[in-house]
C-alpha cells in the first residue's frame, strides 16, 4: 500500500485563512506518519486503501472491518495484521450512494432514492445476503439527492431529504426573483423524515416529518449519551449574485452560516426563509423573503445554530467520539468533515478539513479547532477539481481510531493517538 | 443563546483572491459577477456540481447558438442523463445585449481558444427569437 508522506508542509495558500497557518505549523505533527496531513500532536495517520471510487460515508464495524460507500459502489476492507492496510478490499451490492451504518449485525446504506440493507453474518467481509428495501420512493433530484441519515438506539432512522434548491425563488437561481411563500418544497424536501428501520418496503410517503427548514443536512448523527439528533446544515448560496444591490462577492463567500443543530422533534431552523449571518452574528431573514441584509426574522420564530460554522465549508459528516483511544478532552465533543467550498469564489476557496467541536452535555463547551487539515493542498485555480483530497466521511473504530474518508481518490484514513 | 464562531472563524478578509482587477475588460468583470463562482476562474467549472466550459464545444461553436444557450439557461433537470452535473443554469435574459456580448466574447477567447468575439448585434437576434417572458 503507497503511504506518500508529503515533503512539504501542507499550507494550502488557497484552502485555508493565512491568520490559521502559523498556528498549524506550529502544532502539526509532521514527521513521517501523518500521510502530508496536518494533525495535533501524537496523532498519526496510516492511508487504508485508495481508488476504490470517490468516497462518500464510511463506518466500522465491532471486528474491525470497513465499509465505504462510494460513488462506485459499496467497498468492504479488512485489515488483517492491525497496521492500519486494508489487506482485503471487496465491494458488494449495487448500491451506489453516500450513506453507509451499523445497526446490530445490518449494514443499512442508502442511494439517491431509498435506504436499504443488508444482514451482515458472522465471519464475512462483504455480506452475501439479499438486499433488502427499508425504504424507496423519494423523488429522483439531481440536486441535494444524497439520502444520508442517522438510526437512534431504539431502531427508527432518521433521514435527510435535502432540497432541491438554494432559497426557493419562484425561479431557482435567478437574479432578482424573489422566495415562493410558504415554500412549497418543504412539503416533500428540506428536513428530517424519519422511518421505524425495521420495517422493509415503506414508501417515502410513509415517513413522518421529524424536522423541517434544512436545506441539506448531510452531516446528521445520532448522538447516543445525549438520546438527541444533531446536524450540521449546508448553508445557501449566490447571495450576491442573486441580490447584488445587498451583497458583494466578499458577503456571499462569508456570511451564510453552516449551521450547526440539535434537531427536535417538529423542529423548524429557518430555510429558506431567513439564514443565519456570520458577520452580524444574528439570523436575517433572506433577500427572497423581504429581507435587507440586516432585518431580523420574528423573535424566537428560529432556533439560533449551536455553532455558526464559515460559509460554504460543506459540511458532509458529523461524528461523537466515544472512542477510547484519542485523550479525555476529546470525549463527547463532536468531529465534523468539511468537504470544502466552491461557491466562495472569487474569494478563496475554504473548509477542506476536519474539525473538532468540543462538546459537554451535547452543549459546544468552547470554539472549534481545526483537527486535520492539508487535504487541499495547493489546489492550482482555486479550483475544487484541483484539490489534492476532500474529506467526506468519519467513522471510529473499536478500538478508538478515527477514519476519514475522501471524494477525490477514494483514500481512507485511520488517524490515531499515541506511538501505536 | 450565545454563538460560538470560534476563534478560528477567519474565512473572511483574507488579502487574495480572484476578483478581476479594476481595468480588466468589462467582459471579464462581467463573468466574475454572474458566472464564475459556478464556472470558476479556470472554467473548468465544478465536478459533479457545474459542468466545464473551457475547450467545450458551446464555446467554440456558434455565436447565436451560444447567446441562445445562456439567454434560456440549462437544460430542465427532469430530461437530463444520468451524470450530469447537479445545478441547471439560470436563463441570463435580464443581461443586456452588450453585457451578454461582453461575457460571451470574453468566454470564447479565454475558454474558446480564440474563438471570435460575439457582437451585440448576434445577441439581440438571439434574443428575438424567444417567447415572450
Known amino acids: ?420 | 443563546m450565545a454563538i460560538l464562531s470560534g476563534a478560528l472563524a477567519l474565512a473572511g478578509g483574507v488579502a487574495f483572491g480572484q476578483s478581476p482587477a479594476a481595468d480588466a475588460p468589462p467582459g471579464q468583470k462581467l463573468y466574475a459577477r454572474h458566472c464564475l463562482s459556478c464556472h470558476q476562474a479556470d472554467g473548468y467549472g465544478v465536478p459533479n456540481m457545474q459542468p466545464a466550459i473551457k475547450g467545450g464545444t458551446w464555446v467554440k461553436g456558434d455565436a447565436k447558438a451560444l447567446a441562445l444557450f445562456v439567454l434560456t439557461g440549462g437544460f430542465d433537470s427532469a430530461g437530463r442523463k444520468e451524470g450530469a452535473s447537479h445545478n441547471v443554469m439560470p436563463p441570463f435574459r435580464q443581461l443586456s445585449d452588450d453585457d451578454l456580448a461582453g461575457i460571451l466574447s470574453y468566454i470564447r477567447e479565454k475558454f474558446g481558444e480564440g474563438s471570435p468575439a460575439v457582437t451585440p448585434a448576434v445577441v439581440a437576434e438571439a434574443r428575438a427569437t424567444l417567447p415572450p417572458e
Not at chain 1, 304 to 316: E, R, T
Request: a neutral charge; hydrophobic letters at 35%.
Open chain 1, 1 to 420: 500500500m503507497r503511504a506518500t508522506c508529503f515533503a512539504k508542509v501542507v499550507r494550502s495558500t488557497l484552502a485555508f485563512p493565512l491568520l490559521m497557518a502559523p498556528m498549524l505549523m506550529g502544532s502539526a505533527a509532521m514527521a513521517a506518519g501523518t500521510d502530508g496531513l496536518a494533525l495535533p500532536e501524537g496523532f498519526s495517520a496510516t492511508v487504508v486503501q485508495e481508488g476504490q471510487g470517490a468516497g462518500r460515508h464510511l463506518a466500522v464495524a465491532a471486528n474491525g472491518d470497513i465499509y465505504l460507500a462510494s460513488r462506485d459502489g459499496l467497498v468492504a476492507m479488512r485489515d488483517k495484521d492491525g497496521d492500519g492496510k486494508a489487506d482485503e478490499t471487496t465491494k458488494f451490492g449495487d448500491v451506489q450512494g453516500t450513506e453507509v451504518r451499523l445497526f446490530k449485525n445490518w449494514l443499512y446504506v442508502s442511494d439517491n432514492v431509498g435506504v436499504y440493507r443488508y444482514e451482515l453474518k458472522k465471519g464475512e467481509l462483504a455480506p452475501t445476503s439479499a438486499k433488502q428495501v427499508v425504504v424507496d420512493g423519494f423523488p429522483m433530484e439531481r440536486q441535494h439527492a444524497d439520502k444520508t441519515f442517522a438510526l437512534d438506539t431504539e431502531g427508527n432512522v432518521y433521514v435527510n431529504v435535502g432540497a432541491p434548491s438554494n432559497s426557493c425563488q419562484q425561479k431557482d437561481r435567478q437574479e432578482g426573483s424573489l422566495g415562493q411563500n410558504p415554500c412549497p418544497i418543504l412539503e416533500k424536501y428540506g428536513g428530517v423524515w424519519v422511518f421505524p428501520a425495521n420495517k422493509l418496503n415503506q414508501k417515502a410517503a410513509d415517513g413522518r416529518r421529524f424536522a423541517t427548514g434544512m436545506r441539506n443536512a448531510v452531516a446528521i448523527e445520532w448522538n447516543g449519551p445525549q438520546n438527541a439528533l444533531f446536524a450540521v446544515i449546508h448553508g445557501r448560496d449566490s447571495i450576491d449574485s442573486l441580490f447584488p444591490k445587498l451583497y458583494n462577492a466578499e458577503d456571499n463567500a462569508t456570511r451564510q452560516a453552516e449551521e450547526f443543530h440539535q434537531i427536535t422533534d417538529g423542529g423548524d431552523y429557518g430555510w429558506p426563509y431567513t439564514f443565519f449571518d456570520t458577520k452580524l452574528g444574528h439570523r436575517v431573514v433572506a433577500p427572497e423573503y423581504g429581507g435587507d441584509g440586516k432585518k431580523t426574522p420574528d423573535a424566537g420564530k428560529y432556533p439560533d445554530p449551536l455553532v455558526a460554522f464559515p460559509a460554504h465549508w460543506a459540511p458532509n459528516d458529523l461524528l461523537f467520539y466515544a472512542g477510547k483511544n484519542f485523550p479525555a478532552k476529546y470525549q463527547g465533543g463532536a468531529f465534523i468533515a468539511f468537504h470544502g467550498s466552491w461557491n466562495r469564489a472569487p474569494e478563496p476557496q475554504a473548509g477542506y478539513k476536519v474539525v473538532f467541536q468540543p462538546m459537554k452535555d451535547g452543549k459546544p463547551s468552547g470554539p472549534y479547532e481545526v483537527f486535520a487539515d492539508g487535504f487541499a493542498g495547493e489546489m492550482a485555480d482555486n479550483n475544487p477539481r484541483n484539490a489534492r483530497y476532500r474529506p467526506v466521511g468519519l467513522a471510529v473504530g473499536p478500538d478508538g481510531s478515527l477514519y476519514v474518508s475522501d471524494s477525490q481518490k477514494g483514500r481512507v484514513w485511520r488517524i490515531r493517538y499515541g506511538a501505536k
